[in-house]
């Protein structure tokens, strides 16, 4: 017996109709540092048609891959849909590349046109000697002027945005397209080594957008809700986001590049966002403004989803205190991201320790293992860790050019977390496999220590890595950022992990700086630590 | 460039496998008129693998259809995923076809094996001889007894279910499946000609279940939500509901063969149900219990969906007086069957009409246009009428053994449904395009003339059909039963029409019946009362 059903192709361009149709009134907001700029689907949409007309017009075909140097704002939206729609392929670059890696990812892709905002134009054409396959590079003003001088560094043809639409009609005719087609692509951000390229299809993207409200249902986006995207939408598709807001008609604020704890802090309350998502280096940052002023009004906000590294339970409490709700999720740009998102599972207070502090619950539609160091399976009791391995369809199979067998188990994606998960699903993550530290034969979980270390009062940030060491072969050094005004010490933090973490666990090495180095997408990063460390430029102090 | 994604399958296997893990506590109930008996999801799963391999030792492969003639109970629950997950095809069969129908689809399906309750043995037996295909039959005890007379007229080897799983071993080997293999079938309930078969693949129905949270977020299936479900399972997969509960571990209250208000009303209350699922005939008897009964505790139920037939505007109110939101879908078995559901957009408040009464709003997935008289596609402006036509990847594109091209225009599936839609995607249905009633050149909608009858206080039920008429081609005919100790009639009832609707839609012909003849699935049997009008048996008043 053979299924009778319709053989519909899962598009972006099937989300863009949607959206643009059913959600006609819904609106995209751009933060300019002052006000907002706002416009509705439907203009919006007929703006993607122009673009993708213009694109067209510059010779941008099917499997053609346009980067993106943007920050979150319409221009950035109406790409992520005029790029895919032609059948050709989004290309997000990191506005905070080392520059070589820039050139790299740029060169790997292909890039044939780039869009690029004006204020972040030098950053571009500093590379553009570089670029191999640039051919036009397509200005979108956000406030920086762009001098002749400039425009002549970039050695490709140089247009304006608002130009290109204007000479286009609406109403492009789109092609048919197959839902494996290469969609959009996004490099990692290269932590471990070089950035690696993931390149997400239409049935993918689709598929994760359809998934939200499966894994979000206490935050869902629907018409009557507003989202701040404040993650990058250079950074794994902005988790998302955008598709998913634009098939279920959520506003969209976009911050631009005012991403600091103030601009954000202000944004949700002058735009009464209801939802928000983004990283916990930022929402530390949210947190510390709302708390010095409580005159802001975010009655509007039911919450905030936090993902890309461990959500410090300090964090979670603080804006338990403000009466608003975070979610964290999980996930990686491998995964397009989102495989688990903690909520209130049967049973449970919303304040149940049992869910709030845990990484996330796994959802339908990806598929998880934890796997032991022998490789066999570990029971979902909780307890037992090993490398977390999934699979499903937004999860990648590969890296753009580059295979990497090692990273994949039988069909499995191996993360490279290290965590267990409960007979609800729910998983933990104890730690990055590269990051654990491993002392005297045991293991420590930087990632519980940190916690633990930002729990305390006086401590604005802190990050725990492994340092080479004679008797124990690792111990931890840890790398804290004072609050503002205190002076506390390393017997005094030492002191206070003593009655919550194993004695055998607390740091006999501590630094403190001002800042803790932070990733391209926000987290901290401890192969940077680990260089400064090595190098002597961190100032270790031993007790 | 080439997406890097995993290809995986989107199977029933993969929603069986989620819900059985992740939400292992959650819970099947299976009423048997005096209380529930209960089992977790892991045990359910349990059994299911044991149903698999039993089946699979009945001689079940791959494409092979297997009947089941059953209530909405745990066994029923056992057969949707066992059955597809061998790759073998689920086709419910109606337990309200007229003989000659039953024996038709099993014949024409060539069903091997059928699952049957004894409660329905008989309605099976007395159609046995004509059964062509049937080779096995397993009975499934509901509480009738079965004697050797009744075993002997089946004319196939008989099972007992528990006994066939108590023979078998849990852990079956499940086969790889391809998304697009049939999973399951269900034939139309047939009020326009001959029942025709629609078969589900592995991905539409996957993609229908995880549909579910998008269409009806005000709704939604999570494991903190308990569903009862009213609508039959032989109907449209019970509209996808155990599907959906099972992906997001609903617990499932499945009413068996007690689908009366009095025993519904009481279901709600005793299993503290928060969601249902059902058709307005089984609403309007459930609502006048509960208003006789002011003492049930319903305080734990959020919402009604209700489908299959407009929804009276009358009903809507009755509930709202008690608290309770109903919101209105719309699809058909050829639909999967979710289209449309009525929930609040931006800037409505929840009572309000606008939405309210409207047939619902058409969900992400699928597309919808309304077509003329002459082909055209009519504008979304919330007034211009035509068939409405559909399309996506939970539709069909024929029917089981039967083209039927006139059903399909450009890939689009006709719903012989004629409406409109507005400016936000809410559909309004209007008639059934063989029930518009066409007068003197215009048409009259039969909904709406039942609707306005139906808000009479002292009117239980109204349908109305178009008779032939040597004037005006057609006109409408009332057909109408009180409301209990009543004895309202056709001149009053007309008065009260008479401004509510145009003049020249008051019918002049009313009849006054016990009750309206229903189709096998709860709907107003316009075919039969048409046939009842011809043959002289409806006593018709005319004024």
Redesign the interface.
Known sequence: ????????Q?TIP??F??GA??????KVLTFDGAGCSEATFAEVAERVERLAAALRRLGVGE???VGTFLWNNQEHLEAYFAVPALGA?LHTLNLRLFPEQLAHIVNE??DKVVLVNTTVLPLLARVAPELRTVEHVVLVDDGAPVDDALRAQLGATVHGYEELLAAEPSGVAWPDLDE????A?CYTSGTTGDPK?????H??TW?HA??Y??AA?TL?L???ERALVVVPMFHVNAWGWPFAAW???ADMVMPSRFLQGEPLARLLAATATTVSAGVPTIWNDVLSFLQAHPELDLSALKGLVSGGSALPPKLVEGFDELGILVLQGWGMTETSPVCAVSF???GAAPDDPGWRLKTG??V??V?IRIVGDDGSEAP?DGETTGEIEV??????????LDPAPEKFHD?W?RTGDIGSVD???FIQISDRLKDVIKSGGEWISSVELENEIMSHPDVAEASVIGVPDERWGERPLAVVVRREGSAVGAEELRAFLADRVARWWLPERWAFVDAVPKTSVGKFDKKQLRRQEASGELEVRGL
Do not use: C, K
């Open positions: 017996m053979r299924s009778t059903m319709q053989d519909t899962l099937m989300i109709r949607h149709r059913v959600h006609r009134d819904s499997g053609d891959p392929v892709a292909g494996r087609a290469a969609a692509m390229g993931v390149v997400y299809s049935r993918s598929l359809f998934a409200n499966n249902p869902p629907t018409d009557r098939m279920h008609g209130p599972p049967r619950r796994v339908p539609g598929e979902w699979r499903g369809p937004w999860i990648t199979a590969a890296y753009h069909g994606l007979g609800r699903g």
